[in-house]
Structure formats: C-alpha cells, structure tokens
T-cell receptor, first 117, second 110 residues
Framework: GAGVSQSPSNKVTEKGKDVELRCDPI?????LYWYRQSLGQGLEFLIY????????KSGLPSDRFSAERTGGSVSTLTIQRTQQEDSAVYLC???????????????FGPGTRLLVL | TQLLEQSPQFLSIQEGENLTVYCNSS?????LQWYRQEPGEGPVLLVT?????EVKKLKRLTFQFGDARKDSSLHITAAQPGDTGLYLC??????????FGTGTRLQVFP
C-alpha cells in the first residue's frame, strides 16, 4: 500500500499480558516514530528510529516498553506486563530522511487502539 | 514533557462562525506544523511554516508563525461541519523530531 499501515487495528488484553504492535512505514522512509495518544489528547512521543542510527528512546515511559525496527523497515512496539494505564491509541508515523527536506512531513498510520482490562 | 500549549482545549461553534486556535511555547522552533486528526484516523499535515512572521493560507484556513518562532495561530473563517476534528500543532527543534501540542478539539454544528 501507499500509506503507513498498522496492525492490529484494535487490541484488547488482560492486565499483565504482553502485547506487540506492528508498523509498516512508507517505502523509502528512513525515519519512523511511535507515539501514544490518550483519548482525544495530543501525541506523546515514545521512540524515534532514523536509518542505522541508534534510536531515540527518550519518550518511553518505562522499561516495560521497547521497540525494534528490523531491516530499516517494519517496526514492532512491545509492551510487557501491560497495565490499565497503557490503554491508549498507539500511532506510528514515517518520514523522509531529514537531509532531503528541511522540515519533514510525518505520515501517520491509523493507529492501534489498545485496551487493557 | 509537553512543551507546546494549545488553546482553547475545546471549541464548539455554529457553522459560519470564525475561530482562532493558538499554539504557544517558550522555546524557539526551526519550523512549526499544523495537523488535523479525524476520529479513528492518524493526524494529517495541513501546513508547515518556517519563517518568523510567515502567513500561509489554505482555503478558509490561515496559519501564522510568530515573529520569534515561538508561537503560531490557526484562524478558520466561516467554519463548516467538515472542519470538525482535533487540531494539533507540532514544533521542530531540528529536522529529526517533532514535539506535538496538547491539541484543540473543534466541533462545528450545522
């Protein structure tokens, strides 16, 4: 597809379980971002991948959160031992390398709605 | 840590009214973007402003970047129900990462 895709679109899990959220960025986009959005609120930055550089993990809220990006393309956000406060929409975005344009446009996927019971 | 404050947080108006949304920070940004998000979807870029004092127009939407590049505003003229959504500003300190604002939820009633 032409856009950013995320899966699953919805995920309901029990407290204490682990979840994996997947993001497929736009082909050729070397930058990939994960954000968390609580109901109707702004976006909270989680983690940023840019090419082969070390990821910027400064936004991860706890060590239960981790993310990988394999082969510079698909990314997986993992939340271990989920808590009810982890319930939110998790958004992924990708963009062109910053060297190509001065300010980048981030293209967002539709998000994964996570509900922890 | 949120560095961009938007106001108002919520706005409910009638079709045909004008409105302004503000985005403020104590930090200087290299550029600032505005996104709109509709329910069940990811945010979509509306505009990017780069130069202090810059004004950009997109049909009935007017965007302005403050002279000091610390703030921005979005003005909508003659709002329509199709303008309903969550409006997000996002500032860039460099070309690598955006800091998103707290969001303004707009509801336009017919």
């Amino acid at each position: 597809g032409a856009g950013v895709s995320q899966s699953p679109s919805n995920k309901v899990t029990e407290k204490g379980k682990d979840v994996e959220l997947r993001c497929d960025p736009i082909s050729g986009h070397t930058a990939l971002y994960w954000y968390r959005q609580s109901l109707g609120q702004g976006l909270e930055f989680l983690i940023y991948f840019q090419g082969n550089s070390a990821p910027d993990k400064s936004g991860l809220p706890s060590d239960r959160f981790s993310a990988e990006r394999t082969g510079g393309s698909v990314s997986t956000l993992t939340i271990q031992r989920t808590q009810q406060e982890d319930s939110a929409v998790y958004l992924c975005a990708s963009s062109l390398p910053p060297l190509i344009q001065r300010t980048e446009t981030q293209y967002f996927g539709p998000g994964t709605r996570l509900l922890v019971l | 840590t949120q560095l961009l404050e938007q106001s108002p947080q919520f706005l409910s108006i009638q079709e045909g009214e004008n409105l302004t949304v503000y985005c403020n920070s104590s930090s200087v940004f290299s550029s600032l973007q505005w996104y709109r998000q509709e329910p069940g979807e990811g945010p979509v870029l509306l505009v990017t402003v780069v130069t202090g004092g810059e004004v950009k127009k997109l049909k009935r939407l007017t965007f302005q970047f403050g002279d000091a590049r610390k703030d921005s505003s979005l003005h909508i003229t003659a709002a329509q129900p199709g303008d309903t959504g969550l409006y997000l500003c996002a500032g860039a300190y460099n070309t690598d990462k955006l800091i998103f604002g707290t969001g303004t939820r707009l509801q336009v009633f017919p």
